[in-house]
């Protein structure tokens, strides 16, 4: 049973360009969460999705940053423009309901 | 302002040596779980606790929920080189907030010497 999945693992974008981190949550979870970490910072909440909606979105940035999650496909977080301040490790979680989150193994985003 | 305060934020200790990491809130939470982190990894669930009081047993580790739900903490005996790592703690379900969201605290770093 494959837990959730995110990739890619590994992102390097200069100042500008557009970052795309997917996840693809644990077989049977429709239920998907965002959360940051900041370096020597602890992880904040995001963005919480459900397929085709989203829940709480009162943890993303106004500008440049948006998240879906398709009725087929990953979620997908998206940041336009990307500044350096931008640079983190980014995670998805994944939970059946609303209950116990399960996390992936992290995108970590480099802009130059 | 962090409403998940951990403690310690490092602790480095010697193999078969027991400690305790605290976390605490103003704040009550429906639940609380506790991760660990290995670097360039995401947080791997080890318990959650959800009723006031409760205590959960995980080999060596023990982790409690405080009566008033605003705090936890988790225990580890004879601690093992294996056991080093990044633990945190997380609260669901935080009043003022939707029922979901997890509020992270900054996590204890935990090195066991062999």
């Known amino acids: 049973n494959a837990g959730v999945m995110q990739n890619p693992r590994h992102l390097v974008r200069r100042r500008g360009q557009e970052a795309r981190l997917r996840c693809s949550p644990m077989?049977?979870?429709?239920?998907v969460y965002w959360y940051r970490q900041l370096p020597e910072e602890g992880l904040k909440f995001m963005v919480y999705l459900q397929k085709e909606n989203i829940i709480d979105e009162s943890g993303m940035p106004k500008e440049r940053f948006s998240a879906e999650f398709p009725k087929e496909g990953p979620s997908i977080l998206r940041i336009q423009q990307v500044v350096r301040g931008d640079s983190a490790a980014y995670f998805c979680a994944s939970s059946p309901g609303s209950g116990t989150q399960y996390f992936g193994p992290g995108t970590r985003l480099l802009v130059l | 302002t962090q409403l998940l305060e951990q403690s310690p934020q490092f602790l480095s200790i010697q193999e078969g040596e027991n400690l305790t990491v605290y976390c605490n809130s103003s704040s009550v939470f429906s639940s609380l779980q506790w991760y660990r982190q290995e670097p360039g990894e995401g947080p791997v669930l080890l318990v959650t606790v959800v009723t006031g009081g409760e205590v959960k047993k995980l080999k060596r580790l023990t982790f409690q929920f405080g009566d008033a739900r605003k705090d936890s903490s988790l225990h580890i005996t004879a601690a093992q080189p294996g056991d080093t790592g990044l633990y945190l703690c997380a609260g669901r379900g935080r009043l003022g907030t939707s029922g979901s969201r997890l509020t992270f605290g900054e996590g204890t770093q935990l090195t066991v010497n062999p």
């Open positions: 077989k049977g979870h429709s239920h």
